[in-house]
């Protein structure tokens, strides 16, 4: 996850303030689409190049304008000009490194979020930079690529499900963080269950592969931990905005998914846990085995070393052993050797140890 | 106790604020009872269906409304209707998942938290959802299924025992809070009884089972902290709330039962303490039994593998060898062999291995 | 120590704010003493029953009535009435569990804490609810037995020692605090002793009962510390009261007494520091007796098992071994054998192996 | 790291507030150099010695000191009579092992952080003093040593690049920061490369090596976190400065700046947490190998000590063995051998020891 | 450390506020001495008792009185009349187990704090107790003993150095607290020093002894860093205090102090975690080593005990055993010897065990 970091480094030595684009290009060009609606209307639009845009300031209706693709730096700059846009914002929007925060400025308030989606093909996570600029009148959207993540949102606003229709660009802006925590949620969800699912493993027959999988599980579940702690940040200080770019009646939606946000960060610390306590089970039970390795050994030893002994004295070649001359001396042996072995095998067995 | 968590996302993509239950149904149809009372009177009702839900509004006296099973969205929805209850509070009514937390609004307090249950029968703890509005006029409680923890409350309503007909509904409310946190306490000093009991067990004979109790107990006690924590944080809230729904009054019970809450996660807090002072003393005690499994290899190899090569060198054959002559080597070999074992003995009891 | 939480279960499904008494009762009966005192005067009485507390209200010097034994609800009751005490103070009065902690109400200051002793006869520490409630005019203390932990106090009253005489029953509560405090003080020291008196040992010789020893003091430390650290953020509280019951000029040695308990509360931490160092070098002193276990055992078997061979290899029974037909044979495989032995040994002296 | 510290001690004893420089020295002789621009001009002047600094105060255009070496306590303190500084802002530019820290001053922001950069030759960061004095009118900067890191600030200042040109000495500071911060970035990628690549070599074959390069690079982590951690603080402390010294337009800048920062703290500690997991790795795997060790061993001895005592029992010399003297005796005994070998080998193969 | 804590219990059942010397008792009679400056003159005055201390108070130059022995209550006590100072003062300058702290009282500020130095002849660190009295006249300080930490300090006031003659008794109490942890500083350099020169023993050749010695180490800082801990935090409150004895001038100074307070306790927190690593790397090196030992023996078994068990396959004495006859059976066995111990030991060095 670390390799997040990087790529603003590529950007070292520029003037601060300077609009680079920071990431990996996810798509060849960028395209744009604008959605107008009030209760009553709907329209959407979809925009060739940004000479396209209509003048949307001052309107009445919801306005928003989400675009796909954020390497055109010319695009994010002519965008900022038509929004009067704070040049950090913009810096911002091309930095798909950015930790989720959110900024207050004059006119707008800048959201940035990780969109992460599980690629049920690929079998890993995508991680997407998510800019959101909620203005008076407008909402603005940046992805990375095309995807479908916000297509339920389009829907009930075509359907007019729910309350959105009724609501401003600050509903807007909530529904689709509450969209994108929900991703969370599932992410978290599905990481869950193949730990849960580990448990029987790990207590039954614990592998030297058990152990890398709980690494790479604890690797996962830090990585979502990085991932949302600071979207709860986020989403406690829109709580305690007093830009009134959200509205009362927003507010306790708001609210509502610090809740979510919170618990979603409580069941990470839960498997966190779990996993530790995993690697504490798979700890004992390699000392378990080693102790059963040793108590093998020295039961073996301890019973044939003495009895080899036994043997061995009989075996030296002196000229007076007056055993050896005894008829029954061999079968006497062999009864020392039974003797000694039942001994020393109930000796074991009342030590527990098989 | 993860699983709580999932049902959340099985909402995923709708519209935040439309009305799902989440959870697993537990009764077939939900039923209801009204309670009104007042110093002087007292009346039960069990009410079939919504429509027979009298107009309570404006009435002096106290009205708890209790509603069983909650899986009906439609009843809820028209309960909201009733009361005039925001949105998100019925979403969170028909959530069993919700976190324990509480939301002011303009005309209630809603209270969520998490009712815990030990079924002597099944042997297990069940977590049940419940729900509390309180408002000006009003007390409506949501349980998934009806149960008698509430009993006690309706009994000291009856009998007119303690102060409970002679407070409002806020006293009931807490009345109520206080019956949950009390089955906490009961559920922790369970488990703690069973904890401390196995103290013995872990001192003088710690078994591979006697581990996978100890993580047994060790997930318990994490799950109950993880029940009762934000419960407390609830609490908290509410001793500072300024809704004024709780009166003056009242105050002092709910700080009581703050302090209740907090005695309860310093005990829980002690539990998993001693569970950690009892892996630490599982594991020292694997490493003593490794020892002592090690010293007896060691002294049987020590003395015998000396005493076997002695053996040896008088089993070779070469032709002349003076020792095997004489008359009494085999004697003295014999000698030699005691005093060789005497000395190791000596030895080995003197590093106090046996 | 988790055995005191658990009275409180015993009143599950009572009334919140039912006086019972919530404990183990340890005398028969009740008792009271009252002693009245200002600058020249000092009276004490002995009360028998509660018909004979005198109306001290008013009263312009200081007013001390202690209680001995609180398992009496009816008495504990009849002070309430006649001090006109919220039921509150009166339900913590008789819980023996109470969680050390002030509370302020409209006419008095109610302040709980443990009163911690060291039995010398039974060699064990005993604990014993305390409650004071001080008012404008009065300060009563109730203890669960008579014992003589304030006797000194008493004395100082008596003989007229220190500011006590000329100070009011806020400067009382004081001194009766600071005796407790006192007295936690002298425990932390004795147990403290101990520790430090174990450390040789560890260092030099650590037994299986050395590491019990070790888990005992670390249970006791920490029952020390969960009784005192409430007690110091009571005080806390106390330090930034507003009530007024505490005077000004009694300010700074309640602030003092907050100095004693953090002192006394980084002490505790010191030991329990002490107490992981202890079990950091035994289980250290473990690892080294088993590297030196297998030392001697991989001594024994590198030096005979080699040189067993090649005495059995001269005891096989070939026609033709050449060897075994020269003259000096014998002597020569002792040479070897020798040579070997000095070899191995110059080898493990030189990995410091002995 | 800790040598940083050490320096500060030579002064002991010495007037506090006395100008002595704390230090290794780095250069000769001092060199300063001044630039002054603001939108359209641009001056820039080398100083050979103090007397040829311009006054320069009430100058409308933005004007930087540079001056290298600050060993010379007599220029720093000419310096500080010039631009009327405080005596502890000399002293604090004196001391090399200055902790990064900002404070406020009547006329002036003092301002100290450490730079840090991988000299690519020596193979080893190196590590310098930085002070910034922000005044009204002037920024003055001390480093240790002429070097090129703000030598793409002053590009940015030449080329008109950015808005450099048309902001204050404020912004001037700021972009200074964020080149000293960059670097950090840049060192912690570095690091963090080489981090994630040991990955492989810990999972596949960890070598006594290994161990210690994560040793290494733990000190390293932690190095990095405690230079940087102190300057966060500081930046969130300007961020809350009321000075006015930085206006209202840079503050967004500095604002980011502390998001930048926060961000590296967190790379910080998740590298931290990747070392600690290999450790953790490290360690399992020790145990593994010396698990297989003591198979292999167990294996051995169990298989061939039996067998051993098996030959030595027809090695004795008794006259009356019966089975020595039939034909097949030694093809039976053979048959023995090989069948306890494949009991012996069935067994430790369902054991899945090999 | 926990040593110095006790003495305060020898006071148990005292009074509180009663004045009784804590401690050891370090020189035999009390001495004073006196110095009086301003800018322009400068008077001391060795005082041989009290009687003898002019009247200071209402002085325009700096009064510095300090006493070397405390353990004169009655000398105490009649400075605190002279002075006017409080009970809990006086209490305080007697306790040498004073925790480190400031009060403030109406007239004066109360400071205590531990002075550590280096007894080079004793080889151990001498813990002695300093309590400052800063009047708004005067400034009071109470030693154990004589010694020379404060005689730079006078230097600096007899040779006129620095800033001192030009500034108040606030400045020269400051300037005595720079001195004491000046003393830290060169405390945590030096046992910092020995820490880090132990670094290549652990790293190469670690003994027991060397264990003990990070737990001396460990000790020494912890206790460095209990000393000093609250020192910072006393320093933290002098710069938020408003008793405006420290004047406006002074400010900045006490502040620097606080950054070399917090400077330092980041240096031990720092030689802390050292010493945490030194604890891993020596455990690990210990299974280190285990793993060598098991090798060693594994290899000598592995390798032994088949050739042995060969060599009594042919040491039996069955009768008709064919390879016996064959003329170079002999030779054959020690071919297929050398063979399987090339086997063997190709087998362990693919291992990499040797």
């Not at 930079?129 to 603005?140: A, E, N, P, Y």
């Amino acid at each position: 996850m670390a390799r997040f970091f990087k790529k603003r480094v590529e950007a070292k030595g520029l003037a601060p303030g300077s609009l680079v684009f920071i990431g990996n290009q996810k798509i060849e060009k960028s395209s744009m689409k604008i959605i107008h609606y009030d209760k009553e209307h709907l329209e959407e639009i979809d925009i060739a190049s940004v000479e396209e845009i209509p003048a949307l300031k001052g309107a009445k209706s919801v306005s928003w304008l989400n675009i796909y693709g954020i390497h055109d730096t010319e695009l994010i700059n002519r965008i900022g000009e038509i929004y009067d846009l704070h040049p950090l914002v913009l810096e911002d929007i091309l930095n798909t490194g950015q930790r989720p925060k959110t900024d207050e400025f004059d006119n707008c308030q800048f959201i940035a979020m990780k969109m992460l989606q599980y690629d049920e093909e690929e079998q890993r996570v995508s991680a997407e930079q998510l800019s959101l600029v909620l203005g008076k009148d407008f909402l603005i959207t940046f992805q990375e690529r095309p995807g479908d993540v916000f297509e339920p949102v389009r829907d009930r606003i075509r359907k007019q499900k729910g309350r959105i229709r009724l609501s401003g660009n600050d509903y807007l802006a909530y529904a689709l963080m509450d969209t994108v925590v929900d991703n969370y949620i599932y992410l978290v969800e599905r990481i869950g269950e193949q730990i849960e699912d580990l448990e029987e493993q790990i207590l039954e027959n614990p592998q030297s592969e058990t152990l890398q999988q709980i690494n790479v599980f604890k690797r996962e579940i830090s990585f979502l931990g990085k991932v949302i702690r600071p979207v709860r940040e986020m989403i406690l200080r829109l709580t305690r905005s007093e830009s009134g770019l959200f509205h009362k009646e927003t507010m306790p939606f708001v609210a509502d998914l610090l809740d979510l946000a919170t618990h979603t960060i409580e069941t990470i610390d839960t498997y966190r846990e779990i996993l530790s306590d995993y690697l504490n089970i798979y700890h004992t039970s390699m000392s378990n085995r080693m102790n059963e390795v040793m108590k093998i050994l020295t039961i073996f030893a301890a019973i044939f070393i003495p009895l080899t002994f036994i043997a061995g004295i009989y075996g030296t070649n002196f000229e007076y052993i007056p055993e050896l001359g005894f008829r029954y001396s061999y079968f006497i042996m062999w009864g020392v050797i039974v003797i000694v072995t039942i001994i020393m095998l109930r000796y074991f067995r009342r030590k527990k140890w098989f």
